[in-house]
């Protein structure tokens, strides 16, 4: 895989991945929910989750972006080769790194009905406003803060 530019119809250059017969930009913008949407997610345990979504994303050749944790919800922006659905590489996020958060973190041994991550996602593609949804990621933690101070 190789990065290249790609002249689009006005003058900006897109970055695309290719190999023999393909060229893609496969950007999504993702979220997804502890179980109960808990606040569980602080301290060690949230760079430690943020470790293994890297690790995972890498293990799949998916490029992490952006991402950030909050206590009760995860962003990510990544880049997901074509190959691959999202469906297919958030089933495979939130399955491992839930096995991975049990087993390493919550120093649990039994796996069966033992639930970390919500079902399902949220999910958006990211087209030439990339840069707006990554400063939206980043700051996330400050908006959450401004959300409880309506009236100063």
Same mark, same amino acid.
């Given at each position: 895989m190789h990065d290249k530019a790609l002249a689009s119809?006005? $003058? @900006?250059?897109?970055q695309f991945e290719s190999l023999s017969h393909v @060229?893609?930009?496969?950007?999504?913008?993702?979220?997804?929910?502890?179980?109960? +949407? @808990?606040?569980?997610?602080?301290?060690?345990? @949230?760079?430690a989750i943020g470790r293994i979504l890297r690790d995972l994303c890498e293990q799949k050749g998916v490029e992490v972006l952006e991402g950030h944790a909050m206590s009760d919800h995860v962003h990510l922006?990544?880049?997901?080769?074509?190959?691959?659905?999202?469906?297919?590489?958030?089933?495979?996020?939130?399955?491992?790194?839930?096995? +991975?958060v049990h087993r390493e973190l919550l120093n649990e041994r039994r796996m069966t009905? !033992?639930?970390?991550?919500?079902?399902?996602?949220?999910?958006? $593609?990211?087209g030439r406003d990339e840069a707006t949804v990554r400063r939206y990621i980043r700051e996330q933690e400050n908006w959450d803060r401004g959300q409880?101070? !309506?009236?100063?």
């Open positions: 119809g006005d $003058t @900006r250059m897109e @060229r893609w930009v496969c950007k999504y913008h993702v979220v997804f929910i502890p179980k109960y +949407r @808990r606040k569980v997610i602080f301290g060690k345990l @949230r760079a922006c990544l880049k997901i080769p074509s190959k691959y659905a999202v469906s297919y590489i958030m089933g495979f996020l939130k399955g491992k790194s839930a096995v +991975r009905g !033992l639930h970390f991550w919500a079902p399902g996602y949220w999910v958006s $593609t990211v409880g101070q !309506l009236f100063e």
